[in-house]
């Protein structure tokens, strides 16, 4: 189905149409100004003719100025596009970290968004906005909602891609693996959200279902895993009310780690197991 036109739109076509046939009249008046001269013949008619061309011109100069100041708008928006592409992507797996960060459901599975808006603002006003000329600015200050809205939905297609390439490294960082494990969470169909550091009880990853709650502890480690983390993530599995409680990590987990973990009914394992999660906690969605 073709789009309907804007009213802007419509109103600047209006506003084309119209200097063309004034342009048009000018020009038939000046080819034949004898004739028509001859045909008026009187002073006064010829007075009343000049105050119609200067009537004429002055109304194509009102309709041309805000036509004219679109056309540079829009040539404006176009080369702004253009710089915009360039620094998204030149900070895309920045965008990307930092959206993951900031966009987290809450408790009660809710996602807020005004970190993430504050952060697209400061990163528009740092990145961006210093690279635009006079009219780029003008042109951002009329439409910086909307290039919000471009950048916004370039990282979150960005985003979903690298969640279907989720890949462990090990140049990782702490954090990072903790959201590379909520991300395999989220793979595996549940609701899964990264804790804050101030107060987490030894808790990194919450992961939800509606009748389900996992507790997870993510731990990046170059040596096995000790029982301190096993005795940590059992006191939250208490503090959160959840139904389970995880440890993950790259590495091998100690003698007395598997000790313990056996007795607190806490499950070790390494982050590839993450996407058969359901499996593991005898829950297979495929057995039902």
């Given at each position: 189905?073709?789009?309907?036109?804007?009213?802007?739109?419509?109103?600047?076509?209006?506003?084309?149409?119209?200097?063309?046939?004034?342009?048009?009249?000018?020009?038939?008046?000046?080819?034949?100004?004898?004739?028509?001269?001859?045909?008026?013949?009187?002073?006064?008619?010829?007075s009343v003719g000049f105050i119609v061309c200067i009537i004429v011109l002055g109304a194509i100069i009102l309709?041309?100025?805000?036509?004219?100041?679109?056309?540079?708008?829009?040539?404006?928006?176009?080369?702004?596009?253009?710089?915009?592409?360039?620094?998204?992507?030149?900070?895309?797996?920045?965008?990307?970290?930092?959206?993951?960060?900031?966009?987290?459901?809450?408790?009660?599975?809710?996602?807020?968004?005004?970190?993430?808006?504050?952060?697209?603002?400061?990163?528009?006003?740092?990145?961006?906005?210093?690279?635009?000329?006079?009219?780029?600015?003008?042109?951002?200050?009329?439409?910086?909602?909307?290039?919000a809205y471009a950048i916004e939905t370039k990282v979150e297609e960005q985003a979903k891609t690298a969640m279907?390439?989720?890949?462990?490294?090990?140049?990782?960082?702490?954090?990072?693996?903790?959201?590379?494990?909520?991300?395999?969470?989220?793979?595996?169909?549940?609701?899964?959200?990264?804790?804050?550091?101030?107060?987490?009880?030894?808790?990194?990853?919450?992961?939800?279902?509606?009748?389900?709650?996992?507790?997870?502890?993510?731990?990046?480690?170059?040596?096995?895993?000790?029982?301190?983390?096993?005795?940590?993530?059992?006191?939250?599995?208490?503090?959160?009310?959840?139904?389970?409680?995880?440890?993950?990590?790259?590495?091998?987990?100690?003698?007395?780690?598997?000790?313990?973990?056996?007795?607190?009914?806490?499950?070790?394992?390494h982050h590839d197991d993450l996407t058969r999660i359901d499996q593991l906690l005898g829950h297979d969605p495929?057995?039902?």
């Amino acid at each position: 189905m073709a789009r309907r036109r804007t009213k802007r739109e419509e109103r600047a076509i209006g506003s084309f149409f119209l200097i063309v046939l004034s342009l048009a009249a000018l020009g038939f008046i000046s080819r034949n100004w004898e004739a028509i001269w001859k045909a008026i013949g009187t002073p006064f008619v010829w007075s009343v003719g000049f105050i119609v061309c200067i009537i004429v011109l002055g109304a194509i100069i009102l309709v041309a100025r805000p036509l004219l100041a679109r056309l540079s708008e829009r040539r404006a928006l176009k080369t702004m596009s253009g710089k915009l592409e360039g620094v998204a992507e030149k900070h895309m797996v920045a965008l990307v970290r930092r959206r993951r960060q900031l966009v987290q459901a809450d408790a009660y599975g809710h996602t807020p968004m005004d970190a993430w808006t504050k952060e697209l603002i400061h990163f528009m006003n740092t990145q961006l906005r210093p690279l635009l000329n006079e009219a780029e600015e003008r042109a951002f200050a009329n439409h910086s909602a909307k290039v919000a809205y471009a950048i916004e939905t370039k990282v979150e297609e960005q985003a979903k891609t690298a969640m279907r390439d989720l890949a462990f490294s090990d140049n990782m960082k702490p954090r990072e693996y903790e959201h590379l494990c909520a991300d395999l969470l989220r793979e595996a169909g549940w609701s899964a959200r990264v804790t804050t550091h101030s107060r987490d009880f030894g808790v990194d990853v919450i992961a939800e279902k509606p009748d389900r709650r996992i507790v997870v502890q993510c731990k990046l480690y170059s040596s096995p895993v000790g029982l301190k983390a096993v005795q940590e993530i059992a006191a939250g599995k208490v503090h959160e009310l959840a139904n389970h409680a995880i440890v993950v990590s790259n590495r091998r987990f100690t003698t007395a780690a598997a000790q313990i973990a056996a007795t607190n009914g806490v499950l070790l394992l390494h982050h590839d197991d993450l996407t058969r999660i359901d499996q593991l906690l005898g829950h297979d969605p495929q057995a039902r």
